[in-house]
């Protein structure tokens, strides 16, 4: 439950009917669409949207009782919801997009999404940028870690593209007792030794198995390099037990090549969940204009994502790009057995070859 009422609401339009049309709608999820499937008014669904006021500690109560709070991954990143041809809807702007590899019209959302050490995961925190409130992603990012933190949640690493990875969010990091993974730009400047001259990881040879550095106005990490798409990437490493001293390199040293692909693709998830609502949770497909209402069918499209994932987990379905594509399978063949019979005249008709 996201909150209890004191009383039955008499809404014609509530949040597990919009949730449930968002994850069925094939591709018109708009009110009037939702308003011709379910019989009721474009104004019931219109005044759900403008009505409701969802934060995103709903969203983390909604998904604390499916996950261990204690131990896992929690990781940062942002996705730009396209919204490429929309006028006067609140929140949409600039940004940059790794989708598109240009700057493109959209909303930019930003999340916090935890992987258990069990291999279960869900979002647990979620902004939407706001250019009104002058804060940077950093700001956001710090503001959410903080709130989950308060909420229970308790990780043992926080992970994230270089965009997070500036010298004050590792500090926030660490002065929450949780190690890190973290994107590093080539030129960022780390020392061999403490005290020794810096130079770009770039410029380094980094075994397979890591190499620990000191990383410029922060202190020890362990260094490691993958090669996608012909692209050096450089990853940091900090361990929440660590001290930072040049004798405590035990558990640096220990941590190698397999521990640091196992929390690198615990990250990608998130990737696969910002893939997941855009083509199924259909996130980017709303036309009202109001915060109001862009927050709630925000918030209504990742609680999508989370049912999804609930029954993905209880093996309801296979995977979460199944249940759409299953429920039309019965109306097809349906189709197919009726329309069929009416153009036996189309079937060809053999004849016995004839030399010309």
Known sequence: MIRTITRP??????????????????????????????NISHDSVNRFLNRESYTPQDLFN????????????????????????????????????????AVVKGINLITLYYTDPHGQHQPVNFRIYDKSENKTKNDY????????????LNPAFVTGDSWYSCVKNLHTIKNHHCGFLFGLESNRLVSPAKGAPYTQVQMLDIPKDGLIVWLREFGQIKLFRTHLKNQMRHYA?????????????AG??????????????????????????????????????????????????ICGYIKLQQMNAADVIKNCYRLQRDL???????????????????????HRAVNA
């Open 328 to 350: 039309f399978n019965e109306i097809i063949a349906t189709f197919i057995k009726e329309f069929v019979p009416g153009l036996n005249h189309f079937n060809p008709q053999f």
């Open 141 to 152: 990012f710090s503001d959410m870690l903080a709130e989950v933190i308060t909420w229970g």
């Open 9 to 38: 609401s008499t809404a014609n339009c509530t949040l597990p009917m919009y949730v449930g049309f968002l994850l069925s709608e094939p591709s018109a999820a708009s009110c009037s669409r939702l308003s011709d499937v379910m």
């Open 62 to 101: 909604e998904v604390k009782e499916s996950i261990n709070l204690q131990g896992g991954c929690l990781s940062v990143d942002d996705s730009v919801l396209d919204k490429p041809y929309a006028k006067y809807i609140a929140y949409v702007s600039y940004f940059y997009s790794g989708k598109h590899h």
């Open 237 to 249: 490493i900090y361990l929440p037990t660590q001290n930072n001293t040049d004798d405590d390199n």
């Open 252 to 301: 640096l040293n220990a941590f190698g090549r397999s521990a640091f692909e196992k929390l690198h693709d615990q990250h990608w998830e998130i990737e696969q969940y910002h893939r997941t609502i855009k083509q199924v949770c259909n996130i980017e497909h709303f036309q009202v204009r109001s915060e109001t209402a862009v927050k709630n069918h925000i918030f209504s499209a």
